[in-house]
């Protein structure tokens, strides 16, 4: 059990959480994805693999659309017809945001467990299990989202590894080993950056130990 101080601060880091930390990361997986899309587009256009870049634009035609069925559909051909181009995981990864925002976690969880045995580029392999491990969280799978975040490496995530594996370890009750995540997210973060900030907060409202 909590005492009142433990629990004040509980409720404090939810509310911060609620207020400032799910929309930035997905705004910042958005942003990866959606620049990394477009320099395989690029790429495509000017390559041969006309037929991925026409399954490709399928899926974000329907992502854009809101219409996850069709994303779906076109990411699984995408997979099925070019499983080895740049721009498979990217459409799985498009659709597995869309299917998650129409509620459909089965499809979602389906894509991004592609992207992870499949995508070549340590990029798209860490955002993958970033947004898979958020999942497993929100299923209350806590050790599945934990192990899924020991193979992330890319430097560049290592702030939001790190603080979502401070949002895992909080909600299991593990406060220390939170905390101590928490601070390796402020630690990698520069100064100023959105990460820093939410890092920085939640240390605040867990107070000092």
């Known amino acids: 059990m909590y005492d009142l101080e433990e629990q004040e601060q509980i409720d404090a880091i939810k509310s911060w959480w609620k207020d400032n930390g799910r929309w930035v990361l ?3 997986l958005g942003l990866a994805v959606g620049y990394g899309a477009y320099q395989a587009w690029q790429h495509y256009r000017n390559g041969q693999a006309e037929k991925a870049g026409v399954l490709f634009d399928a899926v974000r035609t329907a ?3 809101g219409d996850a069925a069709k994303a779906l559909q076109a990411a699984r051909a995408l997979q099925e017809a070019q499983p080895s181009s740049a721009l498979a995981p990217r459409g799985a990864l498009i659709s597995a945001a869309v299917s998650h925002a129409k ?3 089965a499809g979602a969880t389906q894509e991004l467990e ?3 045995s499949n995508a070549k580029e340590p990029t798209l392999g860490d955002l993958a ?3 898979l491990a ?3 969280a ?3 799978k806590y050790d599945d989202a934990l192990h899924l975040l020991d193979a992330n490496h890319v430097p560049d995530f290592v702030p939001l590894t790190q603080g979502l594996r401070g949002d895992i370890l909080f909600a299991q009750g593990k406060t220390k080993e939170a905390r101590a995540a928490y601070q390796a997210a402020l630690e990698k973060s ?3 950056d959105v990460m820093y900030q939410i890092a920085k907060g939640k240390l605040e409202a867990l107070g000092a130990r």
């Open 26 to 28: 997905a705004a910042l």
């Open 63 to 65: 992502a854009q659309q």
């Open 103 to 105: 509620g459909d976690n």
């Open 114 to 116: 592609w992207v992870v």
């Open 129 to 131: 299990r970033l947004r």
């Open 134 to 136: 958020g999942l497993l």
């Open 138 to 140: 929100d299923q209350k």
């Open 190 to 192: 520069k100064e100023g």
